[in-house]
């Protein structure tokens, strides 16, 4: 069994970590419990920070939110200030697995992880988050578009400690989609899953200029993966779906397992792809959607 730690302070965590071979941090404790199950757990130390001050809640800063790694995934989903400066955001956590779990795990804990079927990623991709780490050398931050760096490997160094999450304010006047496509029940893991986000200027105010539509893809190579596309503002949904399908293609590269075969896994991409750029593109081309969603 490993030893279990319980740091004061950030830089007793971090110094633990240094200082054992096989530390691991502890935060929500899903993930360990899920790789203890696989018999893969070969940490001799476990690090819990969930007694290191300043590490749980969601901050409204002016660029957007600054969420700590001990929020659970739960508050995310639920929590006010998500569902008004980040709504897709809001929608993703919502889809990890179910309410108990999401209670239980953390946010940083959850992306710190590295599955590449993780949830929250695609989202996280589309909307331009940074992780922001703290270890020995000071604190550093990592857009996520560089921190999944290979098959559940990151861009975590040694002795370092995922301090936040900051994700920048959903534009107003873009329009965004979900979808997660499983195949055992809909608390698994997914088969694919996919985020899309068209940014551009508001036809509620008349203005008209390319649109941006990005993409995060779960569940489809060994790693979340991100694209991006530009379109003519009056592009139509088959036109967009059509781009987004072009730029996923040489992304995806699925591995297969109990859930389906590489070729399942590879059509269900293309589905997800599909689902949730259509449905971003109705909702930025619905005359500002977003802002009477919000009773402006």
């Known amino acids: 069994m490993p030893v279990f730690h319980r740091p004061a302070t950030l830089a007793e965590a971090c110094d633990l970590l240094v200082r054992r071979d096989h530390a691991m941090v502890y935060g929500g404790g899903t993930a360990v419990q899920i790789l203890a199950k696989q018999g893969v757990l070969f940490a001799t130390d476990l690090v819990d920070i969930s007694r290191v001050p300043d590490l749980s809640g969601i901050e409204e800063t002016k660029d957007g939110l600054r969420v700590g790694p001990m929020t659970p995934l739960r508050a995310v989903e639920r929590g006010p200030a998500v569902r008004r400066l980040a709504p897709l955001a809001a929608q993703v956590y919502g889809h990890v697995a179910n309410p108990r779990v999401r209670n239980t795990a953390s946010v940083g804990g959850n992306i710190a992880h590295g599955d590449y079927r993780l949830d929250p990623p695609t989202a996280l991709l589309v909307l331009g988050a940074t992780v922001e780490l703290t270890g020995p050398d000071g604190v550093r931050r990592v857009p996520v578009r560089e921190f999944f760096v290979d098959f559940q490997e990151t861009a975590v160094r040694p002795g370092e400690i995922v301090t936040a999450i900051e994700i920048p304010r959903q534009p107003e006047s873009a329009g965004a989609g979900f979808s997660k496509l499983s195949s055992l029940s809909a608390n698994d893991w997914p088969c694919a899953s996919a985020a899309a986000l068209a940014v551009g200027t508001s036809r509620a105010f008349g203005r008209r200029g390319p649109v941006k539509l990005r993409l995060g893809l779960g569940a489809v190579a060994p790693t979340p993966v991100f694209a991006e596309v530009e379109l003519a503002?009056?592009?139509?949904?088959?036109?967009?779906?059509?781009?987004?399908?072009?730029?996923?293609?040489?992304?995806?590269?699925?591995?297969?397992?109990?859930?389906?075969?590489?070729?399942?896994?590879?059509?269900?991409?293309?589905?997800?792809?599909?689902?949730?750029?259509?449905?971003?593109?109705?909702?930025?081309?619905?005359?500002?959607?977003?802002?009477?969603?919000?009773?402006?």
């Open 233 to 296: 503002d009056d592009a139509s949904a088959d036109d967009a779906a059509e781009a987004a399908r072009a730029a996923a293609e040489p992304l995806v590269d699925p591995i297969p397992d109990v859930r389906g075969s590489a070729e399942y896994k590879t059509r269900l991409a293309f589905v997800a792809v599909d689902e949730a750029v259509r449905t971003a593109w109705k909702e930025r081309s619905d005359d500002g959607g977003f802002l009477r969603r919000r009773g402006r």
